[in-house]
């Protein structure tokens, strides 16, 4: 099976651009969780959905961040307008089930460098 | 809420020799604790977890990690490194959202592996 797939795998853009990540999690997983990764903060989760609701939003860092998941099989997190400060990897994990057993599988990352 | 805490934001090792990473959690209830790995530009790979079942938890790359309640700790070893070892080591913990049946990962840190020739 194929894994969790992100893209772009890098980003490049000027503060005060729209950034979108996209991410389509392992087919079958019906929960897809959104991390940022940086030197200071290490791994942080922002948003994750169960069968395409949000569950908990509690990590998005102020209303610039937004994230969708339309269907199933894909997901997108953006962010209007970009600031220095959101340079960083982001992450998309999917997991199978409900249960607090259930591992979370892992993309190779989106490495955003706002400028 | 439940947390985990690595102790050694880096390890480093020679080729051959034991592995030793620690993680001590902080749970009221029995955890659900897992190990990742992750490479280089790559996303986290998951190397072990423990669900209750047995202490002690075999993981990929002969790895493994013992679960001691007394202690509340989670230790990762490998009896003997290898070059390619050499990455960044999670220690995770389940925690449940709100009282229902959704949960998420809480991670520690993370400890940077080197392995020396």
């Known amino acids: 099976d194929a894994g969790v797939i992100q893209s772009p795998r890098h980003e490049v853009t000027e503060m005060g651009q729209e950034v979108t990540l996209r991410c389509k999690p392992i087919s079958g997983h019906d929960y897809l969780f959104w991390y940022r990764q940086t030197m200071m903060r290490g791994l942080e989760l922002l948003i994750y959905?169960?069968?395409?609701?949000?569950?908990?939003d509690s990590g998005m860092p102020e209303d610039r961040f937004s994230a969708k998941m339309p269907n199933a099989s894909f997901s997108t997190l953006k962010i209007q307008p970009s600031e220095p400060r959101d340079s960083a990897v982001y992450f998309c994990?999917?997991?199978?089930?409900?249960?607090?057993?259930?591992?979370?599988?892992f993309g190779d990352g989106t490495r955003l460098s706002i400028l | 809420a439940q947390s985990v805490t690595q102790l050694g934001s880096h390890v480093s090792v020679s080729e051959g020799a034991l592995v030793l990473l620690r993680c001590n959690y902080s749970?009221?209830?029995?955890?659900?604790l897992f190990w990742y790995v992750q490479y280089p530009n790559q996303g986290l790979q998951l190397l072990l977890k423990?669900?209750?079942?047995?202490?002690l938890v075999k993981g990929i790359n002969d790895f493994e990690a013992e679960f001691k309640k007394s202690e509340t700790s989670f230790h990762l070893t490998k009896p003997s490194a290898h070059m390619s070892d050499a990455a960044e080591y999670f220690c995770a913990v389940s925690d449940q959202v709100g009282g229902g049946s959704n949960y998420k990962l809480t991670f520690g840190k993370g400890t940077l592996l080197t392995v020396n020739p």
């Open positions: 423990y669900t209750s079942a047995a202490t």
């Open positions: 994990a999917s997991s199978r089930g409900t249960g607090p057993n259930q591992p979370q599988h």
């Open positions: 749970s009221s209830v029995p955890p659900y």
């Open positions: 959905f169960n069968n395409n609701v949000p569950i908990d």
